[in-house]
């Protein structure tokens, strides 16, 4: 029987919480069609409760009515209409604007402009843009200096012991930005003159520590700021994937700092996405002398290469990690995206997955690799069982 959705596409929809009413709605057919669809693939239909738990969440997240309507693909009435019957304001904001009013007027009274207090108190611009109407301001057209804006915020950081890469992160700036304030303030780092050391050791191990060789291998990112420091990294998923970021900073959390959100304008659209700070620790640093072994040419940086050493620890945990990062499917198999490895590393890369795995690969000419269709099969009874819900839309059925 051919039906007028595949089941991809009703996976996603299901994925979003959405109930089966309004899946049905979406692909214009009744809703006991979409519940013998999701019996057949193994899904239990959602509650109506479940989406108003995420309705709620990004209320409390600073999302305005609108921005909730898009993200969870409810109409903006509904969305009002639930807040009201949960106790909430369906004025749009009056939440956090309770919480953050005495802030938001005060970096306004200073002078900053919308794009300061938008980075300052972690909201949009078009929420800037609201509040200020709401509080009969008018927006600063000048740019206060950043300097001014966050030096004391700076100062405070450093004298509870804060290393510069963590206040960065904390003021949402850049660490060459804080290096330059340091010298400006002639304040001395919190750590020895003559190299960035730490102590801190805390280890993931078992399957955390397989799942984080994966996923170093993809969007993982580590880095040292001096030659002879300790590493740090970090890693961040677009509020579309929460739920997959969620479960690895769950799973890593005994070397991750807080999560946080962070906004960012990209061709005239913001975009949101959730991210965490991996600070100083020697467990890093040997993960990061496997990985980062060729050197940029005039700097003391490197670039991820795949090696013996790190190919040691990878197992099928790691491979299901990895996919869940940089893989998806084609129409006859599965591909890896590896376009940020060197040649070298590559041939190596795809001779293991044939040796450890049993899975024929070719290194493509954009430098991916792909799984052959006669281990298609193979590949998914390898990694299906760490495979998330939310992220199980990359396997074939």
Not at 50 to 61: F, H
Not at 127 to 142: D, F, M, Q, R
Not at 223 to 236: H, I, M, P, Q, V
Request: glycine content about 4%; proline content about 2%; overall charge positive.
């Amino acid at each position: 029987m051919k039906y007028k959705y595949s089941d991809e596409e009703l996976k996603r929809e299901h994925s979003k919480g959405l109930t089966n009413t309004e899946i049905a709605k979406i692909f214009n057919v009744s809703k006991e069609s979409v519940g013998y669809r999701l019996k057949k693939i193994a899904l239990k239909p959602n509650k109506k409760s479940d989406k108003k738990s995420q309705v709620v969440d990004l209320y409390k997240k600073g999302f305005g009515f609108e921005e909730i309507s898009n993200t969870t693909n409810i109409s903006e009435s509904s969305v009002r209409n639930w807040l009201k019957d949960l106790g909430y304001s369906t004025n749009s904001l009056d939440y956090l604007l309770v919480n953050k009013k005495e802030d938001f007027i005060e970096l306004h009274s200073k002078g900053c402009n919308n794009s300061q207090i938008s980075k300052k108190l972690n909201i949009s611009k078009p929420t800037v843009k609201k509040w200020l109407i709401k509080l009969n301001l008018k927006a600063n057209t000048s740019k206060m200096d950043m300097f001014d804006l966050l030096k004391s915020d700076m100062i405070d950081l450093h004298n509870k012991g804060l290393l510069q890469n963590e206040i960065a992160e904390k003021l949402g700036t850049s660490l060459v930005t804080i290096n330059r304030w340091y010298k400006k303030l002639n304040l001395t780092p919190n750590y020895t003159a003559n190299s960035r050391k730490t102590n801190r050791d805390v280890r993931l191990t078992g399957f955390a520590h397989e799942a984080f060789i994966g996923h170093c291998l993809g969007d993982g990112s580590l880095s040292r700021t001096k030659r002879n420091s300790t590493a740090s990294g970090s890693f961040a998923h677009s509020i579309k994937y929460e739920k997959y970021f969620d479960h690895k900073y769950e799973l890593f959390k005994p070397i991750c700092s807080k999560k946080i959100y962070r906004t960012n304008v990209l061709d005239d659209k913001e975009h949101q996405d959730a991210y965490t700070y991996l600070p100083c620790n020697k467990y890093l640093d040997n993960i990061y002398d496997n990985l980062y072994v060729i050197e940029q040419e005039g700097t003391h940086h490197r670039s991820k290469s795949i090696t013996f050493d790190i190919l040691n620890n990878y197992t099928e945990v790691s491979l299901a990690y990895h996919f869940m990062d940089d893989g998806s499917k084609t129409t006859s198999s599965y591909l890896i995206y590896t376009m940020a490895f060197d040649y070298e590393s590559l041939q190596l890369f795809s001779k293991f997955l044939l040796w450890k795995f049993g899975l024929d690969n070719i290194v493509r000419k954009d430098n991916s690799i792909y799984i052959k269709n006669n281990s298609k099969d193979i590949f998914s009874k390898l990694v299906k069982p760490y495979i998330i819900e939310s992220m199980s839309y990359k396997l074939h059925k």
